[in-house]
């Protein structure tokens, strides 16, 4: 069965700092990936998404993600985190024909100015 | 404008009362997902529709249930059935790609 894991629950980084938030996932098959992040009260938006190819994505706000098939990650990188990049990030993986994802636990990230 | 739209955004349940939960996309897909979000444990799926009139159980189908008469639309009723409610819910819909697009939920609360 397919299963994501976020090892860390809370992140807190300085303004300025580079961001790396870690994603495992267990998948048969090559897997569909994604990032998305979700403000307090709001629904979830895409910030980035791995179907083949080049194994570095380039997403929206800054983030970038690198898929490692030998080490089944996913993680989620920034250069340069900005406060409003508060959040919460979750991971998830699907397949192809709309196939329900299955997500993570989520990580909370905080910003110290 | 094209997206999904969850309503109401604020729900109180009284013990022992059905409520449904809208849910209605304009972006033309063919599936679509009820999610449950608790704080810590991540989304948890409820029910998925891949097409009209027909639909599965998630992981947690326990005390819900679900209709797709049309394909924009893909209501859940929470039943009495269903012991701890309080949750906030997430719909989702999503084209072959599996990438999936949310609404911006609503928040049910008992009282």
């Known amino acids: 069965a397919q299963s994501v894991t976020q090892p860390d629950i809370h992140i807190t980084v300085s303004e300025g700092a580079s961001l790396e938030l870690r994603c495992n996932y267990s998948?048969?098959?090559?897997?569909?990936l994604f990032w998305y992040v979700q403000s307090p009260g709001q629904g979830l938006q895409l910030l980035l998404k791995?179907?083949?190819?080049?194994?570095l994505v380039q997403g929206i706000k800054g983030f970038e993600a690198e898929f490692k098939r030998s080490q089944s990650s996913f993680n989620l990188r920034k250069p340069s985190v900005h406060w409003s990049d508060a959040a919460e990030y979750f991971c998830?993986?699907?397949?192809?024909?709309?196939?329900?994802?299955?997500f993570g636990q989520g990580t909370r990230l905080t910003i110290n100015p | 404008d094209g997206g999904i739209t969850q309503s109401p955004k604020y729900l109180f349940r009284k013990e022992g009362q059905n409520v449904t939960l809208s849910c209605e996309q304009n972006?033309?897909?063919?599936?679509m997902y009820w999610y449950r979000q608790d704080p810590g444990q991540g989304l948890r799926l409820i029910y998925y529709?891949?097409?009209?009139?027909?639909?599965q159980k998630g992981d947690i189908a326990e005390g819900y249930s679900v209709s797709r008469e049309k394909k924009e639309s893909f209501p859940l009723t929470v039943t009495s059935a269903q012991k701890n409610p309080t949750a906030f819910y997430l719909c989702?819909?999503?084209?072959?790609?599996?990438?999936?697009?949310f609404g911006q939920g609503t928040r049910l609360t008992v009282v």
């Open positions: 972006l033309n897909h063919d599936a």
């Open positions: 998948y048969g098959a090559t897997p569909y």
């Open positions: 529709s891949q097409i009209v009139n027909d639909f």
């Open positions: 998830a993986v699907g397949a192809s024909g709309a196939q329900k994802l299955v």
């Open positions: 791995y179907f083949s190819g080049d194994t």
């Open positions: 989702a819909s999503s084209p072959s790609t599996a990438e999936a697009f």
